[in-house]
Every structure is written in C-alpha cells, then in structure tokens.
C-alpha cells in the first residue's frame, strides 16, 4: 500500500487565545462569613482568616510564584494590586441554598468604596470564600464561571479548596481560556499530571499552547513528516519553556478514519512550577489527544476534550495503531531535563519502521 499524498498545505491554525505577553490577574478575593437574620437563618462564622489566604497567594512558593513560574512570566498575579477582605453577608433563604450568583451579589455590595474600583476590568476576578457549614449544602469544594468570566467560589477547607493551588489555577483559567482535563479510562478531572485535571503542576502541553504561555519544538503532519521514515528529537522538559518544549502531531495522513484529534508529546520533570508534579509523570513523556478542529483553530468557548492518553518512560516504546505512529524514547539527557525521541509515522504496521536511533 503506498502512501497517501501529502497535502498541499497543513492545517489551518490561529493564534493561541492569549496572545498578550505580560498579562496580570488583579484578584480581589473575599473570604465570607454570614450574618443572622432570623432564628431559620443563622450567623455562620468565616472558614479560614485572611491572612492565610493572603499567604497562600504571597508567600515563598505561592500561588503568585505557581503562575509566574508555569507561564514562564507570561501571566502574573498582581501582587500589589492583590486585595484579601473578609466580607460579612447578610444572611437569606438564596445564601443558605448555596446560590453562588446570590452569594456573590451580597458580597460585593458589602465591600467598602475604595474595594468596590475598577471592578470592570477585564483582568478583574472575584474569589469567594465560603464559609465552611455551607461546603455540605453547596456540595462541592469549589466552582467556576466558563470563559469568558470573572468569578470563583471555594471552600476554605479540604483537598479541592482555596488551599490547593491546583484548584486555584485551574478556576481562575476556566475563567479565561481553559476547559478541565480528562484521563483515558477515567472520569473528567481525572488527569493528575496537570492542574486543569486534579494535579497541582502546570498547565499540559496542549493546554500551555492553547494559552499561548509555549510553543512546539515540532509540528507532525503530510506536510512537514514523510512516512516509514524516523524523525529525531531531544526534547526539553516544559518547565524550561517557552519555546520548543512539545511535539504537536496532527495526523491528517490517515486514511480509513477521518483526522479528528491531535496529539501531543511533552517531557515533564519535577522542577519550577512542576515542582509538585506526580512522580507518575516526573521524567517521562505525556501523551494527550483533543479534539483537533477546536486544538487547529483554538475556537474560543469551546471544549476541545484534552484527555491524557500515555505516560512513557525513557528507553520505551509505544505503537498508536489508530494513528499509525510509532514512538521510541531514549535515555534522558542534560541532567534529566530533556528526553531523546524517535518518531515514525508507517502504512502498513510498526515494522515499516527501522527501530534504532540515529
């Protein structure tokens, strides 16, 4: 079977969705209690103090350094214009229902004047701390407007609260860009490599793309990656990004099914903003699939499924037979910050691929 024809131009792209360097997040977080207003609706006390909040965001490896660290500048929290309050509520039937619109309309009435400014700015978000006797009503740890938006609320306690920079990351970019990451097997939020998913480590490789935070070493498709023919690579870990810390493969090449997902491979170590990663994916290469049309085009507003496929470690090899791709990694290099790889795209099986580096 020879192979098919190459086309005549790649994929159609975009730029990413955040394309302004040096962004900020002005954050104005709110940590609530709620005040009586009858014998039914009681006065309910604040889950946690302000100033544990404020050092979660300000201390030494804090969220602010999370953020700085994993959009390697790119996207900083403003540590001056950060503001901390702690915002008593009048108490009422919608409150105790756990209405977060309700909860966040009462909130922000109750701020004083200088606290109330600029609440229209496009880098604006309001976090809500919640008191923690409502986490059983409200039923979760924490909850997020979808792009584009400007609100989060969090439980002051448990291992999905505002005490876990993962879950902060990962509300704070559902506000702007980013849907929750998924595991192949496994239930939405389930891939713990990422804090888009259920880890406190950076963004995935398809997810700082979508950002625009990094770029790939290479772009895999018919028009740059010839067939039954390996392509070499050493591949630096993400945390030395920005630039050339993927491989973006689209595999339009494919005959028998449409072309419907991308795939990424990304090195990931346990240093900078990964400094929490899992040892499950520290030294070795994540392999995610999404949805490609919405990856190529990086439509906004829409969920492009990014699912974690693969974890491979060094001196391994994988054969994706649905994308007709053969992957060969190599030792780690450069002190364990990068990863040789091999990568072949064949026809008729694995075996149209000369399996050694070059």
Same mark, same amino acid.
């Given at each position: *079977? ?8 790649? #994929?159609?792209?975009?730029?990413? @969705?955040? +394309?302004? +360097?040096?962004?900020? @997040? ?15 609706? +009681?006065?309910?006390?604040?889950? =946690? ?23 390697? &500048? ?23 229902? /756990?209405?977060? $619109? ?23 978000? $309001?976090?809500?701390? *919640? ?11 924490? @909850? ?24 902060? *990351? ?9 849907? =929750? ?17 259920? &880890? ?14 990094? =770029? ?25 990004? #920005?630039?050339?810390?993927?491989? *973006? ?27 929490l990663l899992l040892d499950d994916f520290n030294g070795k290469l994540s392999l995610h699939e999404l949805n490609a049309e919405i990856d190529n085009l990086l439509l906004p507003y829409k969920d492009p499924m990014t699912n974690l496929i693969n974890v491979i470690g060094p001196t391994s090899s994988v054969t994706l037979f649905d994308y007709q791709l053969r992957i060969v990694t190599g030792e780690l290099v450069n002190n364990g910050t990068a990863i040789k ?11 149209? /691929? ?5």
């Open positions: *079977m020879s192979p098919p024809s190459p086309r005549s131009s790649p #994929p159609p792209q975009r730029p990413p @969705l955040l +394309p302004l +360097p040096g962004s900020t @997040l002005l954050l104005r977080i709110m940590v609530l209690s709620l005040s009586a207003s009858s014998y039914t609706c +009681p006065s309910v006390s604040a889950g =946690t103090s302000v100033t544990a909040v404020k050092n979660a965001f300000l201390g030494r490896d804090g969220y602010a350094d999370f953020f700085s660290n994993c959009s390697y &500048g790119q996207m900083q929290i403003d540590r001056v214009a950060l503001k901390v309050v702690s915002t008593v509520v009048p108490c009422s039937e919608e409150i105790m229902q /756990c209405d977060v $619109d309700a909860i966040a309309a009462a909130a922000l009435q109750q701020l004083p004047l200088e606290s109330q400014q600029n609440t229209m700015a496009s880098s604006r978000h $309001d976090l809500f701390v *919640m008191p923690d006797s409502l986490k059983s009503i409200c039923g979760w740890n924490s @909850l997020s407007e979808l792009s584009p938006g400007t609100q989060s609320w969090y439980s002051p306690s448990g291992k999905n609260g505002i005490f876990k920079q993962g879950t902060v *990351m990962k509300m704070l970019l559902v506000n702007v860009a980013l849907f =929750t990451a998924r595991r192949a097997g496994l239930s939405r939020y389930d891939d713990s490599s990422t804090a888009m998913g259920s &880890g406190d480590s950076c963004p995935s490789a398809p997810e700082l793309r979508r950002l625009g935070w990094a =770029t790939p070493m290479a772009q895999l498709n018919s028009s740059s990656f010839a067939a039954q023919v390996y392509q070499n690579f050493t591949l630096p870990a993400t945390y030395l990004g #920005p630039t050339g810390v993927m491989i *973006m493969i689209q595999p339009d090449w494919l005959v028998t099914v449409p072309y419907s997902k991308n795939l990424y491979l990304a090195l990931r170590v346990k240093a900078a903003g990964d400094r790889i091999k990568v072949c795209r064949f026809t008729s099986g694995p075996t149209d /691929c000369p399996d050694s580096f070059s």
